[in-house]
């Protein structure tokens, strides 16, 4: 599975983004799917995730209320709506499809990586 990301830019303090993931050569339509992302000397952290059929999202702390993540079933395709964006979400932000179907709050959980999308938000 080959997954592309795509959406990312650079917006001002207050702005929304929406990321796009959708996969090549096999479809992610049964698949977890999460995104991630890593900013300039952190670590990678998860941001949000989603089982299979949408029933189940999970959100990290600091992005609860402003985020939301979304799948398409049918196309496989993850999106992640980013509303008013702050500096600190500035990142490359990756998106992910899982070892199964489940949720998965864990990296470990996923098999198949994008490339990246770069996040930058001034203020």
């Known amino acids: 599975v080959q997954l592309q990301a795509s959406g990312g830019g650079l917006v001002q303090a207050g702005a929304s983004l929406r990321l796009s993931c959708a996969a090549a050569k096999r479809t992610t339509s049964n698949n977890g799917m999460g995104w991630f992302r890593q900013a300039p000397g952190k670590e990678r952290e998860i941001v949000a995730a989603?089982?299979?059929?949408?029933?189940?999202?999970y959100y990290t702390d600091s992005v609860k209320g402003r985020f939301t993540i979304s799948k398409d079933v049918a196309q496989g395709t993850a999106y992640l709506q980013m509303n008013s964006l702050k500096p600190e979400d500035t990142a490359v932000y990756y998106c992910a499809a899982g070892l199964g179907s489940y949720l998965y709050t864990e990296d470990t959980g996923y098999r198949y990586w994008g490339q990246g999308t770069q996040v930058t938000v001034s203020s």
């Open positions: 989603i089982n299979w059929n949408g029933g189940r999202t």
